[in-house]
């Protein structure tokens, strides 16, 4: 996840402004949504856990591949938001 920190309230509002400009250009979905700062960096993941989440995901994938038994797989620890453990139950 990338988090930018701005500032200003002023700041950040050109920001958004000039970001949901180039989306509407390029026809991009972009979704607002506003919290503190304790409560984003709680959310973000880091480069080191989505290293470690691609680690397991492509080590479930395999898995599933060459039927190997996925409990050696290994597991998402609890604190992962729910949508990086819904991506790793695609299909």
């Known amino acids: 996840d990338l988090v930018l920190l701005f500032n200003s309230d002023e700041e950040r509002g050109t920001f958004v402004n000039h970001l949901r400009d180039f989306c509407a250009?390029?026809?991009?979905?972009?979704?607002?949504?506003?919290?503190?700062?304790?409560?984003?960096?709680?959310?973000?993941?880091?480069?080191?856990?989505?290293?470690?989440?691609?680690?397991?995901?492509?080590?479930h994938l395999f898995a599933q591949?060459?039927?190997?038994?996925?409990?050696?797989?290994?597991?998402?620890?609890?604190d992962s938001s729910q949508k990086v453990r819904e991506a790793l139950t695609c299909e």
């Open 25 to 59: 250009q390029w026809a991009l979905g972009l979704d607002v949504a506003e919290m503190r700062e304790k409560e984003l960096f709680r959310r973000a993941v880091t480069k080191q856990q989505r290293g470690r989440i691609l680690e397991i995901f492509f080590r």
């Open 65 to 78: 591949v060459l039927d190997i038994d996925q409990a050696d797989a290994g597991t998402l620890p609890l």
